[in-house]
């Protein structure tokens, strides 16, 4: 692997952590990724709110969906969800939608760890009833 | 070029994407931008409101601004537009003001799409008044 | 170094800068570092509440531990904070916090300038007491 867990001291396994403090990239290519959520990754602008109608409005099903979006983007680009070294979640709303969102996600990445931020803001901009958009930079291998 | 759009099953032109899902750094040097707003580049710290008088109300002028003083960074490290890699868009009031910020950026982004991200944030940091902060990554040609 | 920062027409040492326009990246290694807080970086998750029992309530003392917090990554993956290139700062309620955390981080920066953008979120995941995130790309020396 190209990349390196960073760690400081005090990890211990019963902490569970989702995420590691940082992440060394050691070579390979860096990989940008959009933000993606529930929604469909192509759609057309500006907006036509039909596109989204069948939107879920359960946190867990948009994570589901927004990972499902970002494992493709990423697959396309040659990794997976254990290319990831930076993820930002953009969350509204996280006492009601944290705890179901984090369950689904933890599936989704298994061992991986990335360094990783939370935030709460005010809506998302694909439409106003998407709670989570993941924003990603990855490492896959070089050519 | 140095970098590659990554598209994934489903793109059609009708979409009219104003960006890609994804996008890959072959190689090159990459550029960390700071968040770029309609006020000036170069202003006081602490800060003083009298050197933001002119900040315009518009969401469309503040768009224009910012762009303006994007693409001064962006060419002062070699680029241009053309170079970003990742742009974040953080937005005041999304359902009043992006309409017309995605109609003036489209203009400077030309045929160009990177990847990109737009949340809604409570406020911006130099001054109340501003709507829209741009954080871009680019890639530049290597020395 | 391995850094360049990037300045456009109009710098001047009487705007007492706290960061520079753009900076690029020659050569080294990228780190991404997760986002910090006053918050232990170690933590049980789902987050168990009492662990966080001496966040501070003053900003300046949420900046100081966040960048102690921050300090201990870097070190660790062979930097510091003068490897900083990217800096986005997550603030709760700018009118009251930001010119404390300001004072508090400048003595920690010193001479160093890192691309960087400010906004206000609703809150932070990790504690609803938490008014500053820091998330931090570095470069260091490579192997």
Redesign the interface.
């Known amino acids: 692997m190209n990349i390196e867990p960073?760690?400081?001291?005090?990890?211990?396994p019963?902490?569970?952590?989702?995420?590691?403090?940082?992440?060394?990239?050691?070579g390979g290519?860096?990989?940008?990724?959009?933000?993606?959520t529930a929604a469909?990754?192509?759609?057309?602008?500006?907006h036509v709110p039909a596109e989204f109608h069948d939107v879920p409005d359960d946190p867990g099903l948009q994570a589901e969906r927004a990972m499902e979006n970002l494992g493709?983007?990423?697959?396309?680009?040659?990794g997976g969800f254990g290319s990831i070294?930076?993820l930002?979640r953009?969350?509204v709303d996280?006492d009601r939608n944290?705890?179901s969102i984090?369950r689904v996600m933890a599936g989704y990445l298994g061992e991986h760890r990335?360094?990783?931020?939370?935030?709460?803001?005010?809506?998302?901009?694909t439409d106003p009833r998407l709670v989570l958009?993941l924003?990603a930079?990855a490492v896959?291998p070089g050519?």
Do not use: C
């Open positions: 960073i760690h400081v001291e005090g990890n211990d019963r902490w569970n952590m989702p995420y590691t403090p940082g992440i060394k990239v050691r290519h860096l990989v940008f990724a959009s933000g993606v469909p990754i192509y759609h057309s602008h500006p493709s983007v990423l697959t396309a680009a040659g070294v930076q930002i953009f969350i996280l944290q705890d984090n990335a360094a990783s931020t939370t935030v709460e803001v005010v809506r998302l901009a958009e924003q930079v896959v050519d």
